[in-house]
């Protein structure tokens, strides 16, 4: 029996790790094994009793990469143990990493509200402990909970953003590409970028599990390359100008929170060519997913209050490139959802991405 338990495990210990997860802390006690894995860590965070904020219950949301869980006044982030090309969080060293640069990047957008990072530990009887004086196995970045009735995807559902809280979030954006110094890129390695990603995006998208209208991709993909041959000088005008930044990079209405003076958390940090943008890209990706939920004036003040602040003033036509592209971004990064770990729900993000891609005509 102890032989086809140990067997068990490692089959399966074999197919996490494979996947790219990493298969925690094995240890022996008593005759048994215990894996101390992702399973068995969010079990143990989804307790109130484990919380410094006295809090009588733990909101557990998990995201494409994240378990987050949300206290009475904290929300507190793991990483899930994953490897794909474009990130690594298999080793709990990559986790630690991962939430340092997160706490640093989102510092100048949300000052008050990125705290500190905080260990997962192990004591000397195996128990698993938040910032205890054990080994360090996993690490959690530590916020300030924000209200969820003030993120701007809630409150464009439920239609109390005015045009002042809006106007306030377009000058904050215009202060931080202001100050933001450019990145050294060459026109022709900028277009190239633009180039590969727009490719990389029509060949994900163009999969046959997807079932997504291939005449609508294939004519937004020769409509983007063309634009990108035929307007180059737009391009090469916006790497002279110095717009060419790190960037936030996930600019989601659900990532802006309307407080009194508004912050702005997930910055992207896993990945710092994500963030190398235009700083009208890193808008327009905004632009687009406040239009999807049926609020294309907010992004139209934001642009607006952009321009105003900035000076900068692109035509319009290059603006619609931008989002046309973040469209095919946004489409691709939904059926990647498709391959997270679990049963995916194909007809929710497939339809996601059918909706981005409409967005587009």
């Given amino acids: 029996m102890w032989d086809g338990k140990i067997s068990y495990h490692w089959r399966n210990l074999a197919n996490l790790a494979g996947a790219g997860y990493d298969t925690g802390v094995w240890r022996e006690s008593g005759g048994e094994m215990f894996l101390?894995?992702?399973?068995?860590?969010?079990?143990f965070l989804s307790?109130?009793?484990?919380?410094?904020?006295?809090?009588?219950?733990?909101?557990?949301?998990?995201?494409?990469?994240?378990?987050?869980?949300?206290?009475?006044?904290q929300a507190w982030k793991l990483k899930k143990p994953v490897r794909y090309d474009y990130l690594d969080f298999s080793t709990p060293?990559?986790?630690?990493?991962?939430?340092?640069?997160?706490?640093?990047?989102?510092?100048?957008f949300a000052p008050d509200v990125y705290l500190d990072i905080v260990s997962l530990t192990l004591n000397a009887?195996?128990?698993?402990?938040?910032?205890?004086?054990?080994?360090?196995?996993?690490?959690?970045?530590?916020?300030?909970?924000?209200?969820?009735?003030?993120m701007l995807d809630r409150a464009i559902a439920d239609r109390t953003v005015n045009a002042a809280e809006v106007r306030k979030v377009g000058a904050l954006l215009a202060r931080f590409y202001n100050q933001a110094p450019p990145i050294a890129i060459t026109p022709s390695e900028y277009r190239q970028r633009l180039s590969t990603d727009a490719l990389a995006n029509r060949q994900e998208l163009a999969k046959r599990e997807y079932a997504?209208?291939?005449?609508?991709?294939?004519?937004?993909?020769?409509?983007?390359?063309?634009?990108?041959?035929?307007?180059?000088?737009?391009?090469?005008?916006?790497?002279?100008?110095?717009?060419?930044?790190?960037?936030?990079?996930?600019?989601?209405?659900?990532?802006?929170?309307?407080?009194?003076?508004?912050?702005?958390?997930?910055?992207?940090?896993f990945n710092r060519d994500f963030r190398i943008l235009d700083a009208l890209s890193d808008l327009a990706f905004l632009a687009l997913e406040c239009e999807?939920?049926?609020?294309?004036?907010?992004?139209?003040?934001?642009?607006?209050?952009?321009?105003?602040?900035?000076?900068?003033?692109?035509?319009?036509k290059l603006l619609a490139f931008y989002r046309s592209y973040n469209a095919c971004l946004r489409a691709k990064i939904a059926v990647w959802r498709l391959k997270d770990h679990g049963a995916p729900d194909w007809a929710k993000w497939t339809g996601r991405a059918r909706q981005y891609l409409h967005l587009v005509t």
């Fill in 36 to 43: 101390h894995g992702i399973e068995e860590k969010v079990a």
């Fill in 47 to 73: 307790r109130p009793d484990i919380y410094p904020d006295a809090t009588e219950r733990v909101e557990t949301k998990e995201t494409h990469l994240s378990w987050v869980f949300l206290t009475r006044t």
């Fill in 93 to 108: 060293e990559a986790r630690r990493r991962n939430c340092e640069e997160e706490v640093r990047l989102n510092r100048w």
């Fill in 125 to 150: 009887q195996d128990e698993l402990q938040l910032a205890g004086n054990g080994e360090p196995i996993d690490w959690l970045v530590r916020m300030r909970r924000l209200p969820a009735g003030r």
């Fill in 212 to 269: 997504l209208p291939v005449e609508l991709l294939e004519s937004i993909s020769v409509a983007q390359l063309a634009f990108l041959r035929q307007e180059s000088g737009l391009f090469d005008d916006r790497v002279r100008a110095g717009k060419i930044i790190e960037a936030h990079g996930d600019l989601r209405p659900e990532h802006v929170c309307l407080e009194s003076e508004p912050v702005i958390i997930d910055r992207l940090e």
């Fill in 292 to 316: 999807r939920l049926g609020a294309p004036w907010v992004s139209e003040l934001i642009l607006e209050t952009y321009r105003e602040e900035t000076g900068d003033r692109p035509p319009e």
